[in-house]
């Protein structure tokens, strides 16, 4: 079992700068791919960012590219989101998740173990 609790959720003007922390607990999380979702009212949850094990591969959705960074730190067993240049439209609860390598990594069903939420809130 691996349990992730996110932080550094919250409200914060266009323009503006969020980091985000996923912390595991139960197993090392260097045996897991680790991606982050969001999921806005009504809305289904969606890829946001995926690292590989080390970390030598990410992955993003086009609306975040080159706005958000995904990096993790296997030996404080913590993956974060940085995010950049926020906008009114990244607005939603993230979510950080854990699978292994089997699946893919944009899709919400292959992820096994999956964090409470963090809510991020972009005023115009």
């Known amino acids: 079992q691996v349990q992730l609790v996110e932080s550094g959720g919250g409200l914060v003007q266009a323009g503006g700068s969020l980091r985000l922390s996923c912390t595991a607990s139960?197993?090392?999380?260097?045996?897991?791919?680790m991606g982050w979702f969001c999921q806005a009212p009504g809305k289904e949850r969606e890829f946001v960012a995926a690292t590989t094990w080390g970390g030598g591969s990410t992955y993003y959705t086009d609306s975040v590219k080159g706005r958000f960074t995904i990096s993790r730190d296997n030996a404080k067993n913590t993956v974060y989101l940085e995010m950049n240049s926020l906008k009114p439209e990244d607005t939603a609860v993230y979510y950080c998740?854990?699978?292994?390598?089997?699946?893919?990594?944009?899709?919400?069903?292959?992820?096994?173990?999956w964090g409470q939420g963090t809510q991020v809130t972009v005023s115009s």
């Open positions: 998740a854990a699978k292994s390598l089997v699946g893919s990594y944009n899709l919400p069903g292959p992820y096994r173990y």
């Open positions: 139960g197993r090392p999380i260097s045996n897991y791919v």
